[in-house]
C-alpha cells in the first residue's frame, strides 16, 4: 500500500511540474431565479368561469366529457366536451407553475411548481379548491425561455426569500483559474459548468391522461416524476398523503404510462419498466434503449410504442425521429420488434385496435401485425403540428400549436374532423 500510493504522490508531483495555473476572463449568459412571497404565490390560486382562450400548448386530461388543458406554468383551462363538434371553454383554475394534471373520482390533482394542489370537481364548470401539501416536490423549478444554464446555487439556498417562479437572464464576467490541462477552481466553476445545461380500476373512475403526462394513477396511488424523482401519493382518504419516500429512477424522465400492474417511464435515452405490484416499491424490472431524444410511450395488447424526435427541448441537435414498437409480454425481457422513421412524431394514443399518432400532422393505423403498420394507414390529416393525442369512444382529441383538433373516427372508412378550437394569442 505504502508503494502505491508513494507512486500515485510521484505521479501526481510530475504532472502537476508540467502544468501551470492560468487565469482567464470569462463571459457567460446564465438565468438568475425570480422570487415570488410564499403567501403571495399560495394565495394567488383563482377559478373563473370566464372564457380564457388558450395561448400555449400543454398536457391533456379528458373526464366525465369535460377536457382539462393545462398551459404551462399558468392554470388549467376547461372545456364541455359533451358535444365534440362544439366544445366549449366554460372555466380557468389559475394554478402558477402547473404543468401535470390527474383526475380520479372527481379530484383534480395537479402540481403548482413545488406544491400539490388538488380540486373538486364534481361541478366540473366551478372546480372548488380542496387542499394543497406544501413544498411536496423541492427541486421543482419553472421552464426557461432560452439555451442557457440555470444558476443552481442561487435557486436553491433562496429558500427563506418564496417561491421560484421565473428567469431573468444576466451576463456575467469573471475570472475563472484552471491548469493549463483543465478547470480547476474559481469563483464561477458551478455557474459555469451549467452553461450549457440544458387505467381505471375497479369501480372506480379515473381520467385518461395523453402521452405526455408525467402523472399517472394506479390503484388508488399517484406517481409523479420531477426532476427524475418519482413521488408517491396515497389517494384513498379525502387528503392526499405522501405514501413512500421519494426515489431517483435515472436521468432525464419525461413521461409514465401505467399498464396492468406496471409503470413505463419514457426518458431522453430509452424506455424503463418498473412492476408496481407492491404500489409503494416500485421495482425496477427493464429497459431498452434508443437514440437522444424526447420519448413518450404507450401500451396496448402487451405492445409498447415509443415515439422518438428530434429539435425539442430534450437536446435540440437531436437528429432522430422514429415509432419504436416493442414486445412488453415479458416485462422483464422487452423484445424491440420493428422501428419506423417518421417525420417528427410526438404524442400518441390507443383505442380499440387503433393507433393514433402526431406526426406530420395526424396520422391514424389499424393495428394488426406491427411489422405491417405502415400499409395499414387508416387516415392521414396533413398540415397540422399535433403535440398529443387522448382517443376515446370514437372521438380523437388532438392538441396542436393551433388548436385542439377533434376527430369522429366511429367510420373507419370515413374519419372526418368535428371542430377545432384555436390556439393562440
Not at 39 to 64: D, L, P, Q, W
Not at 96 to 112: E, F, T, V
Not at 183 to 190: H, P, R, S
Request: with cysteine.
Amino acid at each position: 500500500m505504502k508503494k502505491i500510493m508513494f507512486l500515485f504522490s510521484l505521479a501526481a508531483l510530475i504532472l502537476s511540474s508540467c502544468e501551470s495555473v492560468v487565469t482567464e476572463t470569462v463571459t457567460y449568459k446564465i438565468n438568475e431565479p425570480v422570487f415570488m412571497a410564499t403567501e403571495t404565490f399560495r394565495n394567488s390560486v383563482k377559478v373563473t368561469s370566464e372564457h380564457r382562450a388558450i395561448t400555449n400548448i400543454g398536457k391533456m386530461c379528458f373526464y366525465n366529457d369535460y377536457l382539462y388543458i393545462s398551459e404551462p406554468e399558468k392554470g388549467i383551462h376547461i372545456i364541455d366536451n359533451r358535444n365534440p363538434s362544439n366544445p366549449q371553454i366554460v372555466g380557468f383554475i389559475e394554478l402558477l407553475g402547473n404543468a401535470d394534471i390527474a383526475i380520479r373520482n372527481n379530484k383534480l390533482y395537479a402540481d403548482s411548481y413545488i406544491d400539490l394542489v388538488w380540486f373538486d370537481v364534481t361541478n366540473p364548470a366551478i372546480p372548488e379548491l380542496a387542499g394543497r401539501l406544501d413544498s411536496i416536490f423541492p427541486t421543482s423549478l419553472p421552464m426557461t425561455q432560452n439555451q442557457y444554464g440555470i444558476d443552481y446555487a442561487k435557486s436553491y439556498s433562496g429558500t427563506n426569500k418564496g417561491i421560484i417562479v421565473g428567469w431573468e437572464l444576466k451576463e456575467r464576467t469573471e475570472n475563472v483559474s484552471h491548469y493549463t490541462g483543465g478547470w480547476y477552481g474559481g469563483g464561477a466553476t458551478d455557474d459555469y459548468a451549467t452553461l450549457n445545461s440544458t387505467a381505471p380500476t375497479g369501480s372506480n373512475s379515473t381520467g385518461i391522461n395523453g402521452s405526455m403526462s408525467r402523472f399517472s394513477i394506479y390503484n388508488n396511488y399517484l406517481y409523479s416524476v420531477i426532476n427524475n424523482s418519482i413521488s408517491i401519493f396515497d389517494l384513498n382518504t379525502s387528503t392526499p398523503t405522501k405514501a413512500a419516500s421519494d426515489f431517483n429512477i435515472g436521468w432525464n424522465v419525461e413521461t409514465i404510462f401505467s399498464y396492468k400492474t406496471n409503470l413505463f417511464f419514457g426518458t431522453s435515452t430509452g424506455m424503463l419498466i418498473y412492476s408496481v405490484s407492491d404500489p409503494l416499491k416500485p421495482v425496477y424490472q427493464s429497459s431498452i434503449s434508443h437514440a437522444y431524444a424526447c420519448d413518450p410511450v404507450v401500451v396496448d395488447n402487451d405492445l409498447a410504442y415509443i415515439t422518438i424526435h428530434s429539435g425539442s427541448a430534450c437536446d435540440y441537435s437531436a437528429k432522430e425521429n422514429a415509432l419504436i414498437i416493442v414486445d412488453v409480454k415479458d416485462v422483464k425481457k422487452p423484445n424491440q420488434l420493428v422501428t419506423y422513421n417518421m417525420t417528427n412524431p410526438k404524442g400518441l394514443g390507443i383505442d380499440n385496435g387503433k393507433l393514433f399518432l402526431c406526426d406530420d400532422g395526424l396520422k391514424i393505423y389499424q393495428l394488426s401485425d406491427p411489422q405491417t403498420l405502415m400499409s395499414n394507414q387508416l387516415a392521414h390529416f396533413k398540415n397540422l403540428s399535433g403535440y398529443d393525442i387522448i382517443a376515446h369512444n370514437n372521438t380523437a382529441m388532438m392538441i396542436a400549436e393551433d388548436g385542439i383538433y377533434q376527430y369522429d373516427y366511429s367510420d373507419l372508412n370515413n374519419i372526418k374532423l368535428l371542430s377545432k378550437l384555436p390556439i393562440g394569442k
